[in-house]
């Protein structure tokens, strides 16, 4: 396992961080939980069309924002605004950091989703719709979507924040980790993969604050901005097939102990 550094400047030890900073082994962890995210949250996003009861007002209940853990490092002061267009926009801007993350090192763009180059990667998504015709319907849609997120206040650092800090707690050096054995697991395999593609181990492999920090984002996590009582107790002491309910907190908001507020859904299968 490697060693954690932390350290804003680059301490590269394998000679083959991109750019410098990025190692491979980092990469394939935000390339992992950005993947993740981005399938958790469009499988929940069909719930949107199933059951129109996810939506209050127009906007995503706390109960459904709840169930996807992405959507806890969107300022709760925008709650207001997040509507299903808003949501897919948000995924889209996802997707776009996990294509650039894909992106072959070989090529003319690193595969690096600072907010530079997901700022151009969306701006070429408005060009080519914009250009592309009827012949470009792919484009357009996402366009329309991203500008349904961004004029909204949606921000790229809110994406970002939320793949590194998930992709920090379920590192070993995470708290996630530390109480989970199926988190544990899932870092064995994806430890074994980069064993068996035998990419080299970095001092930066788990530097998640220089990452940060070359990505264009501050050292310390932003988020999450909304807490739930499973976010706490996602050990393996849960009674199995017993549903929990939790609780949900805003920013700024007093904690259970300090209010009686309504509980507000199940905490199984959140994204």
């Known amino acids: 396992m490697t060693e954690h550094t932390t350290d804003v400047n680059s301490k590269c030890t394998c000679g083959i ?3 410098g900073w990025l190692s491979a082994r980092m990469s394939e962890r935000l390339e992992s939980e950005a993947d993740f995210l981005q399938y ?3 499988q929940l996003a069909d719930d949107l069309v199933a059951d129109p009861d996810i939506l209050g007002g127009g906007v995503l209940s706390e109960v459904f924002i709840g169930a ?3 959507l806890h490092y969107i300022p709760t002061a925008l ?3 997040m509507t299903p267009h808003f949501y897919h926009g948000y995924i889209c801007v996802i997707q776009s950091i996990l294509r650039i993350l894909l992106t072959d090192p070989t090529s003319n763009s690193l595969p690096l989703p600072t907010l530079d180059a997901v700022t151009s990667y969306l701006a070429n998504v408005d060009e080519e719709a914009k250009n592309g015709g009827n012949s470009n319907y792919k484009a357009a849609i996402q366009s329309e979507l991203i500008h349904a997120y961004l004029d909204q206040g949606g921000k790229i650092e809110y994406a970002l924040d939320a793949i590194t800090h998930l992709a920090y707690e379920k590192s070993p050096i995470g708290s996630l980790y530390s109480r989970n054995n ?3 697991e899932e870092n064995a395999a994806l430890e074994k993969e980069a ?3 035998e990419l080299p181990t970095c001092e930066n492999d788990l530097n998640f604050e220089l990452v940060r920090t070359k990505l264009g984002l501050p050292v310390s996590w932003e988020g999450p901005h909304w807490f739930f009582l499973t976010d706490l107790s996602d050990s393996d002491e849960e009674d199995e097939g ?3 309910l939790y609780e949900g907190v805003k920013d700024g908001e007093k904690s259970e102990e300090e209010t009686s507020e309504e509980k507000i859904g199940p905490g199984k299968g959140k994204a």
């Open 17 to 19: 961080c991109i750019d």
């Open 242 to 244: 017993e549903e929990v």
């Open 182 to 184: 199926d988190t544990q």
């Open 40 to 42: 958790a949250s469009l």
């Open 68 to 70: 996807d853990t992405s």
């Open 195 to 197: 064993d068996d593609a």
């Open 79 to 81: 709650h207001d605004k």
